[in-house]
C-alpha cells in the first residue's frame, strides 16, 4: 500500500519507488559524510562513493518486499532529501512477528533541524505499528550522540544490547535502542 501525507510546510512522505535510489543514495553519502566525520576514521569515509550507496539503495528497494521492509522518502519541494527504512527485526534475540526494526533513518544534512527526521520516524514506525509489531529496536553508533539525542527525545532506550560496526580499520561499539510502539 502506497500512503503520501502534505502537510502545509511542503513535506511530503511517501513510500519510495525504484526511481527514488539515486537520491536516495545521495542523501546517505551526504548524511554520513556531515554526521560520522570525526566519529568514523577519515581515509574510510573519504573512500565511501555516492555510487555505492546508490548501489545499495537499489539493492535495498529491490528486495523490500522479500525482506518485508519498508522504505518511506521524504520529499521537501518535490526533492527527495530524506528516508527511512523498516522491516522486521534482524537480531537473533527477537521475538518473531512482536519487534520490528528502525533500519536507516537520514536526513539532507543542509536541512536538519527542520523537523523532518521527526516526521520521517513517525511515519516509519507507523507502519511497524501497522504491521502488527508491539516494539521497536534500532542500532546507533554509541559515539553518535547527536542522533543519541534525536532519538531519547522520543523515547527510545538503550536495552543493553551491544555489538559492533566496521570502519575500514576500526571496529566502532553500537547500542542498540528500543521502544515500545
Ligand atoms: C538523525 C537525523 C535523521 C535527524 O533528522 P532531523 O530532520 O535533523 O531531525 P529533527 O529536526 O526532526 O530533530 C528533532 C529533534 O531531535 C533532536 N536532535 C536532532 N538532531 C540533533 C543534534 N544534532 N543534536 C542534538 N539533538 C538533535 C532535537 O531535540 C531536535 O529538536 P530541535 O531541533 O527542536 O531541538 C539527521 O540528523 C541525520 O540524518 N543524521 C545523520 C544520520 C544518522 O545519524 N542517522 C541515524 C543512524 S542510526
Not at 67 to 77: F, H, I, K, S, Y
Not at 115 to 126: C, D, H, K, M, Y
Request: proline share 2%.
Amino acid at each position: 500500500m502506497s500512503s503520501s501525507t502534505r502537510p502545509a510546510h511542503g513535506i511530503a512522505i511517501r513510500e519510495a519507488v525504484a526511481g527514488d535510489a539515486e537520491e536516495i543514495g545521495r542523501v546517505r553519502h551526504a548524511a554520513w559524510q556531515v554526521a560520522y566525520s570525526g566519529l568514523m576514521p577519515a581515509d574510510y569515509l573519504a573512500g565511501l562513493s555516492v555510487d555505492g550507496f546508490v548501489l545499495s539503495a537499489r539493492r535495498m528497494l529491490a528486495d523490500r518486499a522479500a525482506r518485508r521492509m519498508v522504505v518511506l522518502v521524504a520529499e521537501v519541494g518535490g526533492v527527495v532529501s530524506g528516508f527511512a527504512s523498516v522491516g522486521p527485526s534482524r537480531d537473533e534475540d527477537a521475538a518473531e512477528g512482536s519487534v520490528g526494526e528502525l533500519n536507516a533513518i537520514y536526513v539532507d544534512p543542509a536541512i536538519w533541524r527542520l523537523g523532518i527526521g521527526s516526521r520521517l520516524q513517525e511515519a516509519a514506525l507507523r507502519r511497524l505499528r501497522e504491521a502488527g509489531y508491539h516494539e521497536a529496536t534500532l542500532w546507533v553508533l554509541a559515539i553518535n550522540s547527536a542522533s543519541r539525542a534525536f532519538y531519547e527525545r522520543t523515547g527510545w532506550r538503550h536495552d543493553g544490547g551491544v555489538s559492533g560496526f566496521e570502519a575500514g580499520a576500526e571496529v566502532l561499539d553500537e547500542t542498540r535502542y528500543r521502544r515500545a510502539l
